[in-house]
């Protein structure tokens, strides 16, 4: 049995609660937030013993085997490292901070104290996203030679909303655009260049924004991120002897549409249970069971990679959190 601890209490917060029922070998056992009173109605609502009212009294739980860190973006690296200190494994939301010297250090820390880390990046443990590498591996549509992927919501967000809160790492890149840079990376690994753009709002947080990456081998990223508008939250994958296309929405895609080169469509099902999240925790839970640090699905260096893009794309379209 893995016991674990949520550590916030906002929305994802309880749509991991609300996964971890369908994990076998999982309970929820502890809850910690910054009151007592929000900590002990989320673990009323979703069956913990115990509620803390603050990061180092659920650490500090010796009855807890891991940690998940649902914070804002910008609460990750100090939530993380007092878990950390603690000895608990943990398993940090994306993005896993706020840039990649922050990121560096959590690893740096884990690694110096044998605690297992991973970002809670949903999409590399989906068993259709595996899927889907395991055709490419294959062969099934050739080399790959462009990855297109998108990801725009409509808000409108109010100026003090964490979408938009500059010191929160607000704007769409690191809440969304995460995702589409995720998806390349795993595809295609780190690209040789990177050109974007994007509209910055009031609050000096980017609303719309535009990524090209380019690989030596050819391959060509096209990818979106915006919050001003919803796009189609769809993906494919093209080859050169065939595509792979993912409907809405990519990251935990319903099915991917495999046309090989002079064949009819092929249609994969997703067998999913629960919202998606629970995927992350088995494999927390496989990585502890085996002795692992690091997950090979999540590992640590993919984590880093893509954090130094989102830095670079950053500094490209003029954002900064610091």
Known sequence: MTRWGILATGHIAGRFAEDLRHVPGAELVAVGSRTPEAARGFADRHGAQRAYGSWAELAADDEVD??????????????????????????????????????????????????????????????LILRVVELLAEGAIGQVTGVQADFGVAGPFAPESRMR?????????????????????????????????AKIGPEGVDENTGIVFGYDSGAVATLSCGMIGASPLVA??????????????????????????????ETIPADLTGGGYQYEAIEVQRCLAAGLTESPLVPHAATLEVMGLLDAIREQIGVQYK
């Open 165 to 197: 809160a500059r010191a929160l790492g607000g704007g769409a890149l690191l809440d969304l655009g995460v995702y589409p840079v995720s998806l390349a990376h795993l595809l295609l690994g780190v690209p040789q260049h990177v050109r974007s753009w």
């Open 66 to 127: 891991a940690i998940y860190v649902a914070t804002p973006h910008a609460a990750h690296h100090e939530a993380t490292m007092i878990c950390l200190a603690a000895g608990r494994a943990v398993l940090v939301e994306k993005p896993f901070t706020l840039d990649l010297a922050d990121s560096t250090e959590l690893v740096e820390e884990a690694r110096a104290r044998g605690v297992f880390l991973m970002e809670a990046m949903w999409m590399r443990t989906n068993p």
């Open 236 to 265: 494919s994958i093209t080859g050169t002897a065939g595509r792979i296309d993912l409907p809405a929405p990519f990251f935990r895609p319903p099915s991917a549409t495999l046309h090989r080169a002079g064949a009819e469509p």
